[in-house]
T-cell receptor
Framework: DVKVTQSSRYLVKRTGEKVFLECVQD?????MFWYRQDPGLGLRLIYF???????EKGDIPEGYSVSREKKERFSLILESASTNQTSMYLC??????????????FGSGTRLTVV | SQQGEEDPQALSIQEGENATMNCSYK?????LQWYRQNSGRGLVHLIL?????REKHSGRLRVTLDTSKKSSSLLITASRAADTASYFC????????????FGSGTRLLVRP
């Protein structure tokens, strides 16, 4: 069974801390994505990556960075956590084939609270 | 930026009834996808319909796509209490990117 694993289900961090959210997929997918989900705002794309060491900004990249050193792992970094980054963070991956687009596989999410 | 808008925002039905959710979008798409999310969990891909398709079925799910009206609908037939979840439509634009842009979702409650 295809899997995207996010390292933590719940996380509580202090304002100003550097926070790492880890995502690992075992499907050899090229594309990986980070979204945040907030009530009333839906899912918003933070960053995505089409290949190792590649990254592209999504709609709301401010305050975040990402790292993709290996194909299976895509990390989201909050350089200095702030309370407005309290949210549900969802990682996803998808297969890439020229001219064909597939559905995403999502992880279970990390609920981050910044205090 | 939100591409899709679901309607209704919330839907409550009795077990056994059909549930219909609608999605409208703004710009030309490559394909449209429907996802389900149980409370506090990740999203699960349900079905994908390409821009040159008009209807698609998967089990109790039926999806239609009208590109002239920029709209799609998801029909769940013979609903069950276990179908209670939020349902999202998501679009992939014609710009050849792989990004999914999600709508705001419909919360479905199926009463036993």
């Amino acid at each position: 069974d295809v899997k995207v694993t996010q390292s933590s289900r719940y996380l509580v961090k202090r304002t100003g801390e550097k926070v790492f959210l880890e995502c690992v997929q075992d499907m050899d997918h090229e594309n990986m994505f980070w979204y945040r989900q907030d009530p009333g705002l839906g899912l918003r794309l933070i960053y995505f990556s089409y290949d190792v060491k590649m990254k592209e900004k999504g709609d709301i990249p401010e305050g975040y960075s990402v790292s993709r050193e290996k194909k299976e792992r895509f990390s989201l970094i909050l350089e200095s956590a702030s309370t407005n980054q309290t949210s549900m963070y969802l990682c996803a991956s998808s297969l890439a084939r020229t001219g064909v687009i597939y559905g995403y596989t999502f992880g279970s999410g990390t609920r981050l609270t910044v205090v | 930026s939100q591409q899709g808008e679901e309607d209704p925002q919330a839907l409550s039905i009795q077990e056994g009834e059909n549930a219909t959710m609608n999605c409208s979008y703004k710009t030309s798409i490559n394909n449209l996808q429907w996802y389900r999310q149980n409370s506090g969990r990740g999203l699960v891909h349900l079905i994908l319909i390409r821009s040159n398709e008009r209807e698609k079925h998967s089990g109790r799910l039926r999806v239609t796509l009208d590109t002239s009206k920029k709209s799609s609908s998801l029909l769940i037939t013979a609903s069950r209490a276990a179908d209670t979840a939020s349902y999202f439509c998501a679009t992939v634009l014609m710009d050849s990117s792989y990004k999914l842009i999600f709508g705001s979702g419909t919360r479905l409650l199926v009463r036993p």
